[in-house]
């Protein structure tokens, strides 16, 4: 399929999928025969990796974290224990930013009353 076949299919807009492809999170193969356009075909295993990009986004995953497991994930090279290790880490990365963002709400509630008093 052509890379707009495989933006109807995802809902990823072209210029996502090009992006994700200079990245080298997909990729997609050129025709050697053919020499007047270089059209890339991708077949379903991008559309795969894809959906994966999209789930994988919104745990909470960077393109960086994302590229760095994303080959030995779809070649069964990481173990269950390891999965599992990268998910945990993520999760406390998140309740580490829970706790931060809880901070910065305490100092701007406390900021807003010291406004609403005309300390400021």
């Known amino acids: 399929m052509l890379i707009n076949e495989l933006s109807k299919r995802t ?7 090009r992006y994700y492809e200079n990245y080298g999170l997909i990729m997609g ?13 991708y077949d379903n295993t991008v559309i795969e990796k ?18 760095k497991s994303m080959e030995d ?3 069964n090279r990481l173990s269950i224990s390891k999965k599992i290790e990268i998910a945990q880490k993520k999760i406390d990365e998140i309740d580490n930013k829970i706790r931060e963002l809880r901070q910065v709400k ?11 008093k005309g300390n400021c």
Do not use: C, P, R
């Open 11 to 17: 809902g990823v807009s072209i210029h996502t999928l």
């Open 29 to 41: 193969k050129t025709d050697e025969t053919v020499t007047s356009n270089n059209y890339k075909q």
């Open 50 to 67: 894809v959906f994966w990009i999209i789930a994988s986004k919104k745990a909470g995953f960077t393109l960086s974290e994302i590229k």
């Open 73 to 75: 994930w779809f070649n």
């Open 106 to 116: 305490k100092i701007l509630l406390e900021a807003m009353k010291d406004v609403e």
